[in-house]
């Protein structure tokens, strides 16, 4: 049984990673830095805010994002801890060259003060083509 005030905590986290999301496809990085905890770990071995965010940048500045599609969310919510798992395609141009990957990514966020802030992401391709 869900309670009300989880699916309103279930829909405030889903339009945060939508938020995220939003912001690095369109080349807006910088937004990025107040989701993100300043000890936040990507990828399991990148930590801090900052290089986090700039890892979006360095991106974006080297590809052209054609098409981003999120979909299969699944948010499950423990105290002041959710995660946040969803299935993505893309489609960019790098270097010249049409790429198309597809794969997972997740998130763990905590409640922070008055906020939700990212402290873990992991991304995970299942196919990548060029």
Avoid at 33 to 54: L, M, N, W
Avoid at 75 to 84: D, K, L, Y
Wanted: glycine letters at 6%; aromatic letters at 16%.
């Amino acid at each position: 049984m869900t309670f009300g005030y989880e699916r309103d905590v279930r829909e405030e986290i889903l339009q945060l990673m939508k938020n995220i999301n939003d912001a690095w496809v369109r080349g807006r990085s910088e937004e990025l830095e107040e989701y993100f905890h300043e000890d936040i770990v990507f990828q399991g071995r990148t930590k801090g805010r900052r290089p986090c965010v700039d890892s979006y940048r360095e991106f974006t500045d080297h590809a052209t994002i054609r098409e981003f599609k999120e979909s299969d969310f699944s948010i499950n919510i423990w105290g002041n801890t959710a995660v946040v798992t969803y299935d993505f395609k893309i489609s960019y141009i790098m270097d010249a060259w049409n790429y198309q990957d597809s794969g997972q990514d997740s998130f763990v966020f905590i409640w922070e003060g008055d906020r939700w802030r990212a402290v873990w992401r992991m991304v995970v391709l299942l196919s990548a083509e060029k």
